[in-house]
């Protein structure tokens, strides 16, 4: 046999071996096969896209996104993920832009690949590390059984910025917000003395009445539900829960008679309701964000600050034809 029918024999041969091996995989094949962690996979869509809002330093709605515990325990609003449930897990369903608010904020949904990337981690039993089993160590914190009197204080998994303050007027009493919760304590010794169940959110605003009978905490969940809620200082039960709003309260306030509350928010519409039955008795809409309330007389009325330059500007319920516009329960938009 001469040399070159061998070199043919050897290249068809090599041919055929090659055609029976497997084909090489793909780098993006190995990781799709892959189990995805929070780690490896999670952690850095998480920092590029949430962690300037969701951070450990100011995590806002209470929701840090900068490490597995923290997304674990959730926000204000609850679980942010749920075990091998995406459609139930807000961190998907919200990112997907599936429900409101969408996430980012104003901005376009981030790229479906990092989007199917969170949908596998939550259905794979949200893994945090290569060899790790999938962990529910998280629970939901459950709703108060009973929301009037004073119960336990609940352990904040980290401090927290202040976001309220009240103090009576009438008795050596504080309260400050937790974690859906108002926090009580006896001043100047600083004992405490319970926790006002607040289960709509997160508390935003706290005021006494000026008899110091009456307590007024509002808030809620940011692009999903605001309340204001009041509560009799002598018995700790609650004596009316208004303004079903759909964003947070900002500001709030109430009569001296206790009669009406002032609240607004987001929304730049400042209510007058009636209490308890939460009736509107007036209202005024205008174009700058409701932050705070100014006294005017014997009521206290809406303020408001312009966002863009942090300038306050008080309407005091009067009418400002280039602003607002002031209307009374009943009258019809323009």
């Not at 209470?62 to 609003?77: C, I, N, R, T």
């Not at 999938?134 to 202040?162: C, F, H, I, W, Y």
């Amino acid at each position: 046999m001469t040399l070159r029918p061998c070199v043919f024999l050897l290249l068809a041969l090599v041919i055929h071996f090659s055609s029976l091996a497997a084909p090489p995989v793909r780098a993006d094949e190995k990781v799709e096969g892959a189990k995805v962690t929070f780690d490896g996979q999670v952690r850095p869509i998480l920092a590029k896209r949430c962690g300037k809002c969701h951070n450990a330093e100011r995590p806002r709605g209470e929701l840090d996104l900068s490490s597995y515990a923290a997304v674990m325990l959730g926000g204000v609003s609850g679980r942010a993920v749920v075990e091998g449930k995406p459609d139930s897990s807000p961190l998907y369903t919200m990112t997907a832009h599936l429900e409101d608010p969408k996430m980012p904020p104003n901005s376009p949904k981030i790229p479906q690949t990092e989007i199917d990337m969170l949908r596998k981690w939550i259905e794979g039993g949200l893994v945090e590390k290569v060899g790790g089993a999938a962990s529910t160590k998280a629970t939901p914190t459950p709703a108060p059984k009973n929301l009037d009197g004073l119960g336990k204080v609940a352990t904040l998994a980290r401090l927290t910025p202040v976001t309220a303050l009240a103090v009576s007027p009438s008795a050596p009493i504080v309260a400050v917000p937790g974690k859906k919760q108002i926090l009580l304590y006896e001043l100047p010794s600083g004992k405490s003395l319970g926790a006002l169940a607040f289960p709509e959110g997160e508390v935003h605003v706290l005021r006494f009445s000026r008899d110091g009978k009456m307590l007024l905490a509002a808030g809620g969940v940011g692009g999903q539900s605001g309340a204001v809620v009041g509560y009799d200082v002598a018995s700790w039960k609650r004596q009316f829960a208004v303004a079903d709003e759909n964003d947070a309260v900002l500001a709030a306030d109430i009569s001296a008679d206790k009669s009406r509350v002032v609240f607004g928010g987001p929304n730049r519409i400042v209510k007058v309701v009636s209490v308890p039955d939460g009736k509107i008795v007036h209202y005024v809409s205008h174009t700058l964000y409701e932050v705070g309330c100014c006294r005017s007389g014997s009521a206290r009325r809406g303020c408001s600050s312009q966002p863009a330059t942090g300038s306050a500007d008080c309407t005091c319920g009067k009418r400002s034809p280039a602003r607002s516009s002031t209307r009374s329960a009943g009258t019809r938009r323009a």
